[in-house]
Structures are given as structure tokens and as C-alpha cells.
């Protein structure tokens, strides 16, 4: 051909089909087969071309971006050099697409020949939002931040409690939503949005209140059931996380006196109103004149009252929860490098086998990722605590290490329980096991287990039976070790500060009952630290080496394979994490 550009041209338009499948079309192999032509050809470019007959033939390929493929945008774009027309044609381009509603058309055109800063974001994004196509919009604002922070406070804007959808609606006729996309737009799941876009374009939350003041009323509502409704936390828990939740923020310390007026006692609710001064005309009924009752004495927010916490937990516990069978001085806290060395050599030996568990504060109405706060490492007659917030330990070379040739050690058998995400907390916490990835040895998730024997139990495929008690139904590690034991986790402090300092002995019996090791460190490192917060420390740890041993002495009974490092994981290769 004398004109090649002009025929591939001729050839696209004369045989256009919209084809929306990915299935090979006439147009697709004519465009192939040109570009594997035009490499060996170079001569066919708009470059020897008059200005008037380059321009004409860019328009009718801009023509042809409208109903073909989108796999033609690219091959398109080169050839035809469309990005090196004048912005008005590019723009009026994007215009002609929106109003034939060709909006994902649109916005690639837009990011294909960089467009973001000439265009309104809203009137190239909010259709597609509409449509449940984020993702796409997350493509218009990547390489722009000034964008991403627009994109995410419009979606804030949307998690207002007065927000009207339909008065949204109303300025885009064209947009036809089913029900499946209208559902989509709710606060609910607008607010993650929001959250994983803050994160992942690290905007500041204080430009996001209205997802933050949403997420933070959600977490004080769960908090009230998990404490008074469910009765699975302390109060000092309740506490705890509650008053670091509403600090300084009026509209949550209102809801929560509602809350406690619906949940707890007219009493208690007078109490946190008056330790927070609010307005009488903000008060729910009855809590005004309960202040003007009470004295002052009265009105005093005490700490929450109990028999001193002892490392033997009470009779009724011993009997329903399953127990740390070690003395507290076999519990070694470890803060300095020097213990973190003791620990190192009572750990990294052949043949051990260690149960492994991190705790980090739950994140009720947080945005940033959670950081490790305890590592608890458990063998049959220790149990080492290596404390993370510690700044002599937390971040030093000689700890990463430790727990990276642990990690990687093929020779030494490493128990745990959902590991994925306390080795995500961990990365987050030290970018070195990011930038340096490290090779998994040894390690068995008894999660996968766990789920190997439910599928047993369920197809009664002659395994041996399980009792599980009356009482609240378990899930997760309790209900594993009810199974194969008898008897849940006490899990009361599951959902504890594991910030504060000092622990109380609750939480150090908790941490404890998971993990254990062998070392010389002796229980008086623990001294600054309250008796009650060690004992849960160390029970979700140990549990899982009395749960290993059970189950591997005789695995067949169990339904189970004779190596249980061969169940593989309920997910695909595929979607595995790294």
C-alpha cells in the first residue's frame, strides 16, 4: 500500500465490531499483524507526512478509540503519535467519550496521553466510583498526589450520617447503577475504602473525619457489646481502650454516655459525663439530674475494683479454661540485648520445638498498621516474653536476626496459629524482613491443621469424636485446643492494650499460655511489672506444643496424615501471600 497508516485505518473502520470479550476479533489480527509489519518498516510513521494529512488521519484514529477494543488504546496511541496533539483536540476528545458514556474509556484516554491536570476529577471519577470501579480511579490519581488526596476526601465526604445518595444520583442521569453497585455506596464499606487509601497513599486521617469519627463509633459500640453484652472483656480493657478512643473528641464522649445509659447504669453513665464536663443539653435523659444527685466523691471515676490478681488463677477458671501448667518463674521478660542473647541460645537449638505468638494493641478506631508489641516463644519448660517496646530491643540489628535465622531455621519446628498475620505485623514493624526477604523453614500453621480436622469431624470419616462444652460458642485457637484438649482459652485479654507498661498479670498468664522456651533469665526481670498482667501472656503459646504433641503421638486417630507439615494450606498457590 501506498498509504499504510491510512489503510490499517480503512481496514479498522470497515470491519468494526464491538467485541467486550477477550475473544480474537478481524480488527485485533489486522492490528497484530501491522505492528509485527511496521518493526521492520519503519517508514510507515506520521514523521514524513504534511501537517494538514497528519492531523486528519490522528482524528480518525481518535474516532476509532470510541467503540473499539480497549486493547486497541495502545497500538493506537503509538502509531498515530496521539499524545502530540494539541490539548483542546485531547480534551474535546474526553468530552465526546462522557457524553456517549464511554466513562472507563474516558479515563484511560485521560491517563494514557496525561490528562489528570487539564480535567475535572470528579467529572471523570465519580461515575466510575458509582459503577464499583475504584480500582480504575485508583489508576487516575497514581502518579499524582494532590489527586489522591482529593479522591480521598470526596470518599470521606460520602461517609457523612446525612449524606443524601440520591441527591448524588441525581447529577449523574446517565449513570445507571444495579442493585449490586448502588449497595456499594454505603458507609460502611466507603469508610475501608477510605482507610486502605489512606494508607496506601499515606494521607493524614485528619483529613478523613468523617470515616475516622464513623470507625471509632463503630469500635465503641463493639466494645460495649464484647464487655457488657458478651461479658469477653474486662472492664479494665473497656477502659483502657475507650478513653484513648474519645479523648478530645466531644460527639464520641456524648455516644458513649448513651452507650452506657442503654448497657450499663444511669450511675456509671453520670460518672463519664461529669469526667468529661459535657453540656447538660447533650445528655441523654436522666444523666443531668443522676449528676446533680450524686456528690462529688461519688461522681469520681475509680479504677475498677478486685481481689489482687495472683499468678494461680481463680477456682472457677482452673476448672473451665485451659491452664499454663508452668511456675511463673519458668516466664522470662525479655528487655535487654543481654537477655535477647540468652534467649537466642535456649531457642536456637536442632530438634526444638517452639510455639510462637505475637500481640499487638487492637486498633479500635486506628488507621496506622499495627506494630508487634510482644514476641512470645515457648518451649516445654520456659516461656520468654521478648518485649518490643522495648527501645534497647525493639528495633535493634541483633533482635531482627534473631528472629529472622529462627523464621528460616529448617532444623528447628516453629508452631503457630493464623501466622499470616503476625508475620504482616512484623514486616511492617521492621522494613528489613521487607528489603531483605527471608526463606520460611520449619514452620507449622496449626491453622491449617485445624481446618484438616474440621474437615475430618464433618464427614465423620471414622475419626475419633470431639466434645466440645456448653457455653458460648469457640472459634479459632480456643476452639482448637477445646477439641484436642477439652478445654477453651481464657481469651478475656485477647483484645488488651499490649502498649501498656506495666502488664497486669492477666495478660501475662494470657501471652503465656501461647508460647514457651528453655532459658537461664530468672522471673525477677519481671519485677517493675504487676503479678496479674503475665499469666495470659504465655498460655496462648504453650498450647499450641501440648496441642502438637496430642495430635502427632497418634495423627490417624485424628483423621490426619502421620507428617502434619504435609496438610497444605486451604488456599490456592496462586492467592497465597508472599
Not at 526444638?352 to 505468638?357: L, Q, S
Request: include cysteine; hydrophobic fraction near 40%; proline fraction near 5%.
Amino acid at each position: 500500500m501506498q498509504e499504510p497508516l491510512a489503510g490499517l485505518l480503512g481496514f479498522l473502520q470497515h470491519c468494526l465490531t464491538v467485541q467486550k470479550g477477550k475473544f480474537t476479533t478481524l480488527n485485533q489480527f489486522i492490528l497484530t499483524e501491522f505492528m509485527r509489519w511496521r518493526t521492520n518498516n519503519p517508514q510507515a510513521s506520521l514523521n514524513g507526512l504534511r501537517e494538514e494529512e497528519r492531523l486528519r488521519l490522528q482524528q480518525k484514529a481518535l474516532g476509532l478509540l470510541t467503540d473499539s477494543h480497549p486493547g486497541y488504546m495502545d497500538p493506537l496511541l503509538e502509531i498515530y503519535q496521539l499524545s502530540s496533539l494539541k490539548r483542546p483536540l485531547l480534551l474535546e476528545h474526553v468530552d465526546f467519550l462522557h457524553a456517549y458514556c464511554c466513562f472507563k474509556e474516558a479515563l484511560v484516554f485521560s491517563v494514557k496521553v496525561e490528562l489528570q491536570k487539564d480535567l475535572d476529577m470528579e467529572k471523570v471519577c465519580v461515575p466510575l466510583i458509582l459503577l464499583d470501579k475504584l480500582s480504575l480511579v485508583e489508576l487516575y490519581v497514581r502518579e499524582h498526589p494532590d489527586l489522591q488526596q482529593r479522591l480521598v476526601k470526596l470518599l470521606d465526604s460520602w461517609c457523612k450520617p446525612n449524606f443524601n445518595i440520591q441527591a448524588l444520583l441525581s447529577q449523574y442521569p446517565n449513570v445507571v447503577l444495579s442493585k449490586h453497585q448502588t449497595d456499594q455506596i454505603q458507609p460502611k464499606l466507603l469508610s475501608k475504602h477510605v482507610f486502605r487509601l489512606m494508607e496506601k497513599f499515606c494521607i493524614d486521617p485528619g483529613l478523613c473525619s468523617n470515616s475516622v469519627y464513623k470507625r471509632k463509633l463503630d469500635s465503641l459500640r463493639f466494645l460495649m457489646y464484647k464487655t457488657f453484652g458478651e461479658k469477653s472483656m474486662s472492664e479494665e480493657n473497656w477502659r483502657d481502650h475507650v478513653q484513648a478512643m474519645i479523648e478530645g473528641n466531644t460527639e464520641l464522649q456524648v455516644q458513649l454516655v448513651q452507650l452506657l445509659v442503654k448497657h450499663c447504669s444511669l450511675k456509671t453513665a453520670a460518672q463519664w459525663a461529669a469526667h468529661y464536663n459535657l453540656p447538660r443539653n447533650r445528655l441523654s435523659l436522666g444523666v443531668w439530674d443522676k449528676i446533680q444527685s450524686l456528690s462529688p466523691k461519688q461522681l469520681e471515676m475509680r479504677a475498677v475494683s478486685g481481689p489482687p490478681e495472683s499468678w494461680t488463677p481463680l477456682q472457677p477458671d482452673q476448672q473451665k479454661y485451659y491452664q499454663l501448667p508452668l511456675p511463673r518463674e519458668t516466664v522470662h521478660f525479655v528487655e535487654t540485648l543481654d537477655e535477647v542473647e540468652q534467649c537466642r541460645e535456649a531457642v536456637l537449638k536442632p530438634g526444638c520445638v517452639v510455639g510462637m505468638d505475637m500481640e499487638w494493641r487492637a486498633g479500635f478506631g486506628t488507621v496506622s498498621s499495627q506494630h508487634v508489641a510482644l514476641i512470645q516463644l515457648a518451649v516445654q519448660d520456659r516461656v520468654f516474653l521478648l518485649d518490643l517496646c522495648a527501645h534497647a530491643i525493639s528495633h535493634h540489628s541483633s533482635t531482627v536476626n534473631f528472629i529472622r535465622a529462627l523464621l528460616s531455621d529448617k532444623n528447628i519446628l516453629k508452631l503457630g496459629y493464623g501466622m499470616s498475620g503476625d508475620l504482616r505485623s512484623l514486616v511492617s514493624m521492621w522494613p528489613e524482613l521487607r528489603e531483605e526477604p527471608m526463606k520460611m523453614e520449619g514452620v507449622l500453621d496449626l491453622l491449617h491443621v485445624h481446618q484438616e480436622l474440621q474437615r475430618c469431624w464433618l464427614g465423620n470419616k471414622g475419626c475419633r469424636s470431639v466434645k466440645v462444652s456448653e457455653g458460648p460458642a469457640e472459634k479459632g485457637l480456643s476452639l482448637l485446643v477445646q477439641q484436642v484438649l477439652g478445654k477453651p482459652l481464657n481469651k478475656t485479654e485477647q483484645l488488651s492494650n499490649w502498649e501498656r507498661r506495666p502488664l497486669r498479670t492477666s495478660q501475662l498468664r494470657y501471652a503465656g499460655n501461647t508460647q514457651f522456651m528453655s532459658s537461664g533469665m530468672a522471673f525477677s526481670n519481671l519485677v517493675s511489672f504487676s503479678f496479674c498482667d503475665y499469666f495470659f501472656l504465655v498460655t496462648d503459646a504453650y498450647c499450641l506444643l501440648d496441642v502438637y504433641l496430642i495430635l502427632s503421638r497418634d495423627p490417624k486417630a485424628f483423621g490426619l496424615p502421620e507428617d502434619l507439615r504435609s496438610i497444605p494450606s486451604a488456599l490456592s498457590p496462586t492467592s497465597q501471600e508472599p
